[in-house]
């Protein structure tokens, strides 16, 4: 059965660079307070008006993969979108990169995991490989946050945490026993659903009600964060879903070259660290720069891990995430 290789890798980001300065003249927070809680110095923000786009962000990071894997957009057999933040509500933006590539009519899928799309997208790519359906997957998580958050002190809990950005990998089918994906481990928890959610509009409260009623007070149409709730919950099951795929393959956590978390928060990833003794060189972190940018955080997270040449070819990399839904994920390799 052939396994699957991150063959190309891939990220964008928009050129916009928002500190946590400028956030002070919108709302009252303080660089103190959100470096202190949150680890997160500064995020990419696209310019108000521009014409990027989840889809554009995506393709962009895509290009990029695809030329790193040796490939052309034609070698792709098939898309997988990780993304809460879509250009439309419907259809989905995985059919827009495969318009923006020139890609002959292969097909298109979207994943609405949130913070843990792209790990539940890498194990359904996984699947596909496995099973011989398709050789070279384009897996891509890409967001755009920053259009949709309440930037005001109301929406403060939520709107310097999240940042803008996309990345991708191409995923291909190898023989070689040594390398690849060895196991995907997912889970969700519907019951804590609105915990993390944007509740509208929703099917109960369409656009024209919202309209019609016309209330500066409804805030449903933002994002909402039952923030300690989450973050409780966070450091749980990151650790969980960890073990599980190191028990599955035999390994103990000092095993691992490199762990790469979702960038929810920094706090969470050290207290992982922390708990599960790794070394500061055992975990990739960048939120610093990008803040959580939810389904894109890991792709962008090992494209620049193994561009300044901290995972190598051989190295036991896990790829772990949580977030609404509740959703966790993680993912195991040989890289
Ligand atoms: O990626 C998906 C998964 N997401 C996560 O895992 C995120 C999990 N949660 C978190 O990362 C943290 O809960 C937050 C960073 C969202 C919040 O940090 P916290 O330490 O839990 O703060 P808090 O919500 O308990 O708020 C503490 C105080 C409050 O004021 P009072 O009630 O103590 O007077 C907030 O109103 O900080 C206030 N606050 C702020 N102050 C300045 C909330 N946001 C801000 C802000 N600037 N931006």
Not at 35 to 62: F, L, N
Not at 113 to 134: E, W
Not at 268 to 275: C, E, P
Not at 282 to 289: D, G
Request: charged letters at 20%; glycine letters at 8%; aromatic letters at 8%.
């Amino acid at each position: 059965m052939p396994r699957s290789i991150i063959k190309g890798i891939g990220h964008y980001v928009p050129d916009n660079v928002v500190t946590n300065k400028e956030l002070e003249s919108m709302m009252e927070t303080t660089d103190a307070w959100i470096q202190e809680r949150t680890g997160i110095k500064e995020r990419r923000w696209v310019e108000a008006g521009s014409d990027e786009s989840p889809s554009t962000m995506g393709t962009a990071a895509a290009r990029k993969a695809i030329a790193d894997a040796g490939l052309t957009p034609d070698d792709i057999d098939f898309i997988i979108f990780a993304t809460l933040s879509p250009d439309y509500y419907f259809p989905g933006p995985g059919v827009m990169v495969q318009e923006q590539l020139g890609i002959k009519e292969i097909g298109a899928l979207d994943v609405r995991n949130q913070c843990s799309g792209f790990v539940y997208s890498l194990s359904v790519a996984d699947q596909f490989i496995r099973s011989g359906m398709y050789k070279n997957i384009l897996v891509i998580g890409s967001e755009l946050h920053s259009g949709g958050l309440d930037k005001t002190t109301r929406g403060r809990g939520v709107s310097v945490i999240f940042g803008d950005g996309a990345g991708a990998v191409v995923l291909q089918a190898t023989d070689d026993e040594q390398r690849g994906i060895l196991s995907t481990h997912l889970h969700s928890e519907g019951q804590h659903a609105l915990e993390l959610a944007l509740p509208s509009p929703n099917t109960k409260h369409w656009v024209p009600e919202i309209m019609e009623a016309n209330d500066p007070n409804d805030i449903s149409y933002y994002p909402v964060m039952n923030g300690n709730f989450v973050f409780k919950h966070a450091v749980t099951r990151f650790q969980e879903v960890i073990h599980e795929a190191l028990q599955q393959n035999g390994f103990a956590p000092s095993d691992i070259d490199m762990l790469i978390p979702h960038q929810a928060n920094l706090r969470i990833s050290q207290f992982i660290q922390a708990k599960m003794k790794l070394r500061d060189d055992q975990v990739y972190n960048n939120i610093m720069r990008y803040g959580n940018t939810t389904a894109a955080s890991i792709p962008i997270a090992i494209s620049e891990a193994r561009d300044e040449g901290k995972i190598k070819e051989g190295d036991l990399v896990c790829m772990a995430a949580f977030g609404s839904g509740f959703t966790w994920a993680s993912a195991l390799m040989r890289w």
